[in-house]
């Protein structure tokens, strides 16, 4: 069964360094998203991607936040300069035709940890 | 007034019994209703979508919309084990197709 693959699983890293988290989406699917889910929180939307461009973006997905397409398969958030509060487990999800329906297909997810 | 509430539970029940998770909502722009599984430390799975007031049944599953009353809920019949999780509600409206906002999830832990 196809399905969204994101890595790394955790990542550790310090205050103030940037960190890039990759997915890789299922393959005929056409949009793309990152939530994000604080520990003890709900799941929150950062982003959504669709036709190599931003379709729509939370107030959380500020400037420290960038997404990107680099090839046919693999999508990518980059936080620039990370924070303490950066810290929690982002999601990449990705759809077959938008979110209208809701029917995303999430990933296992990638801890990040900032110290 | 938060735009979802769910009780974060956790809600424990033995096995065969009936579990019923509720959410309720502000925003009547939304128009399309979702229920997401999620085990721990994994991504959400999708368990049921209905789209506007009414029920929806899948198996032992059957989620119902009341647009009226800004409820939704979500029923388990025969509860297993496995369906220890935690139950998230989620919503998207018309317009804004790209977002969808999750509840906080209920935690259901089904005893054997």
């Known amino acids: 069964e196809p399905e969204v693959t994101q890595t790394p699983s955790h990542q550790v890293t310090q205050m103030g360094q940037e960190v890039i988290l990759r997915c890789v989406p299922i393959?005929?699917?056409?949009?793309f998203y990152w939530y994000r889910q604080i520990l003890g929180q709900k799941v929150e939307f950062l982003v959504s991607f669709y036709n190599n461009e931003i379709s729509e973006k939370s107030e959380i997905f500020d400037d420290q936040f960038s997404v990107e397409r680099p090839d046919g398969s693999n999508f990518t958030l980059k936080i620039r300069s990370t924070k303490l509060e950066d810290s929690a487990m982002y999601f990449c999800a990705s759809s077959e035709v938008g979110q209208r329906t809701g029917e995303l297909f999430f990933g296992e997810g990638s801890r990040l940890t900032v110290l | 007034q938060k735009e979802v509430e769910q009780d974060p539970g956790p809600l424990s029940v033995p096995e065969g019994a009936i579990v019923s998770l509720n959410c309720t909502y502000s925003?009547?722009?939304?128009?399309?209703f979702m229920w997401y599984r999620q085990y721990s430390r994994k991504g959400p799975e999708l368990l049921m979508y209905t789209y506007s007031s009414g029920n929806k049944e899948d198996g032992r599953f059957t989620a119902q919309v009341d647009k009226s009353s800004k409820y939704i809920s979500l029923f388990i019949r025969d509860s297993q084990p496995s369906d220890s999780a935690t139950y998230l509600c989620a919503m998207l409206n018309s317009g804004g197709y790209q977002k969808v906002t999750f509840g906080t999830g209920t935690k259901l832990q089904v005893i054997p």
């Open positions: 925003n009547s722009a939304f128009q399309y």
């Open positions: 393959s005929n699917h056409l949009y």
